[in-house]
């Protein structure tokens, strides 16, 4: 095999703080190289440096080799002429990527006509022809070529930007955490279609990702980064097998973590604790003029469910599905506009404000976001404390105090950071903050919106577990919310999949995925990248090619 | 897998320490500090000290010039310049504060009702801020002050009307992209009220963008009190003000330059003192503008 770009002991650095030390990596024609670490191990830092497109106060030494010339000696003018021509790159978020105000035609025609002179007519030609490559075929007929970013899905959106990518054939094509800002199935048709778009073209392609599962199902080599260094490397299946680093070994091991399930799992529904009965959610969408009725959109059409107590129950399903908004309608934060929610049997939307604040000591929530859930000028303990404000009249200062360290203890922390700032902690430990915060009051239902989605693999792992511990030793019931098929099947002992504001299929965890009957259940299940999986269709794959 | 995020201006970080030492390092707060200071105490010191009195004329010691006996010399009446200066900071910051003040208290409270309660009450705190600042301030101010009758309160009054919008304004932004943190949604989960939440999580959180508004407002409030008081609806002989000096230099303006040129500087380092102290804090507390200027 041919090495078409290869960079020799890249080390970076900003205003002098060292942020890639002796990176080397080939990449081969047809191959994909998978470059894989958590949030700042640099290798979006690598994807940046091989195009040359490094901030300001960046200081680079080492080689980067492409067809004979060394870029790290180019001049800007020079790298005008490779970058999009020979290298390209695709990135994360699609909407920011393309420009709002032009279409998606002269989107892709401006590359042509700049770096292969073609007139306007001939360059339209050849975007039709990039169009059909990324499997937009279709949509030409439906004049896609005219239509602007915001027009799209975001998987169409995904599919022009790569079309930009590879307009000009370039040799080598970078691909920045390509499919993270997608839905899982949407994600599955983009790596498919970038793996045939390799093949097919014979590129040589870089793939950064923070998935293990995404780069073991696409890449033929693998690095493993961590801290600026590739700790490990080899061809995916080989490495995989024999991981000697003790890095690459925990982050495979927490990758594949899983918590141990329940022994007997809440799958009955006895007793409701929460009974969500015919709830209906609307929006007002923005007026396209005062003479045109205001329309809306249904977020949540028509739900139905009960959890029992002490059981943890799965909410899944892909973004725009609803979830998020019938938490907040659960959590009473936002009324329905028809049909009811009872908790404990009362309807927090109908009882006295006293009642209200009741209701409320049962059911807490823990949020997405381990940095926007804070308030950064609030100490931990304030901020874990703030829900015994509905038990102002009942607790003392000290006995308040005393509740907050208990919590603090029982997710891990230590009762000496009750006074310290957010900012003080990292990403996990905040997430440990948060569950503390719903845990105070020592709620009978947490609903946890996305809890894990923001997290590193690593840290993942030990919030699941502290999940499925708190679940076993404290026994109160879970609202599981995530479109991470792994995190809810870890969790919960019974799971609803919601589509477009409706549930389409509820049941025992285990049955429905190892069994799922709805036809949108079964895709959800089939995209959902799996580690495992992914090796076991490789080697496979591998054997075929040398029986 | 990471679900995207939206992604939101960084909160000011709450390290007060590492803040006092950007202070000492930023040239613009440095020097704004310095001048605002000097200001500061010569008004505070007016209070109960002046070299001389100023409301005794004495017309044999008029247009002396600068010496030991008259720092900055006399004017045409015979007062003591420098005396005059210092009562005229005075009115400055009293009036400046007082005015300031009024356009905070009403303007910030208007704000965060106008980002809590969407639809019409909005509109209303909204669109009758534009109708405020569709008209030139000191333009309406001179209105305010010749129908109510010139004067040192009506003075602050106008001037503080045309400070509620802007803070209004300021408020209402800094409340806005604060909604929607989950920090927000974890206080109502607490039961607490609006007003409990706007109490303990909105106003700290926006206290930085307040005080650097604050601060160049003053500086525009010293700057209209000296317009008001030059053209005789401000302050009112004879308590001293800058304006009011420079508008009685006037006529003498071809032999006894050096009356205008003492209030003109006055006015002048106390406006740049204001501004200057007003961006430095800027730089040091919001962290968006920090990253625009970096």
Known sequence: MTSVFSATDLCVSISGKPILRNVSFDLEQGKILGLVGESGSGKSMSALSAMQLLPEGAHQIGDLMFEGKNLTRATDTEMTHVRGKDISMVFQEPLTALNPTRTIGEQVAEGLRWHQGLTRKEAMDQTIDVLERVGLGLGLEYGLIDRFPHQLSGGQRQRVVIAIAIACKPKVLIADEPTTALDVTVQAQILTLLKDIVRKEQMAMLLISHDLAVVADMADTVAIMKDGVIVERGPTCELFDNLSHPYSKKLFETSNHVPVPRQEPVDKITQPLLKVSNVLREYPLPRASIFTRRQWHRAVQHVSFHVAPRQSMGLVGESGCGKSTLARTILGLTPPNAGHIQFLGKDPYSVSRKDRQDLQLGIQAVFQDPYGSFDPRHTVERTVGEPLHLMRNELSRSQRKKRVHEVLESVGLSSADANKYPHEFSGGQRQRIAIARALVTNPSLIVADEPVSALDVSIRAQILDLFADLRDRLGMAYLFISHDLSAVQAITDRVIVMNAGRIVEEGPTGEVFSNPKHPYTRILVSAAPDLNEALRKRREEENKHTH | ?294
């Open chain 2, 1 to 294: 897998m990471n679900q995207e995020l939206p992604s939101y201006p960084p909160l000011a970080s709450f390290d007060e320490i590492s803040i006092w030492k950007k202070a000492f390092h930023s040239r613009s707060f440095v020097i704004g500090a310095t001048l605002a200071l000097v200001i500061l105490i010569a008004g505070v010191t007016s209070v109960f000290w002046t070299p001389y009195a100023i409301d005794v004329l004495d017309v044999s010691k008029r247009l002396k010039p600068m010496s030991s006996e008259f720092w900055f010399g006399t004017d045409q009446y015979g007062r003591d310049i420098f005396s005059m200066l210092m009562v005229g900071a005075r009115t400055s910051i009293i009036v400046a504060l007082i005015a300031v003040g009024i356009g905070m208290l009403i303007g910030v409270p208007l704000g965060l009702l106008a980002a809590a309660q969407k639809g019409f009450l909005e509109e209303l705190v909204m669109r009758t801020n534009d109708l405020i600042f569709a008209f030139p301030s000191l333009l309406s101010a001179v209105l305010i002050t010749s129908i109510f009758g010139p004067g040192t309160i009506n003075a602050v009054i106008a001037i503080g009307i045309f400070n509620i919008p802007v803070f209004a304004r300021v408020a209402r932004g800094g409340a806005l992209s604060l909604s929607g943190r989950e920090f927000l949604l974890a206080a109502r989960l607490s039961g607490k009220s609006s007003f409990l939440i706007t109490l303990e999580h909105i106003i700290p959180n926006i206290a930085n963008l307040l005080i650097v508004q604050a601060t160049i407002q003053l500086s525009l409030a010293i700057l209209s009190e000296a317009g008001l008081s030059y053209l005789g609806l401000g302050t009112q002989p004879p308590m001293a003000s800058w304006g009011r000096m420079l508008y009685e230099a006037q006529t003498m303006v071809a032999f006894a330059p050096q009356l205008a040129l003492y209030p003109g500087f006055a006015i002048i380092f106390s406006v740049l003192g204001f501004n200057l102290l007003g961006d430095g804090l800027r730089d040091l507390l919001d962290p968006k503008m920090r990253r625009r200027v970096a």
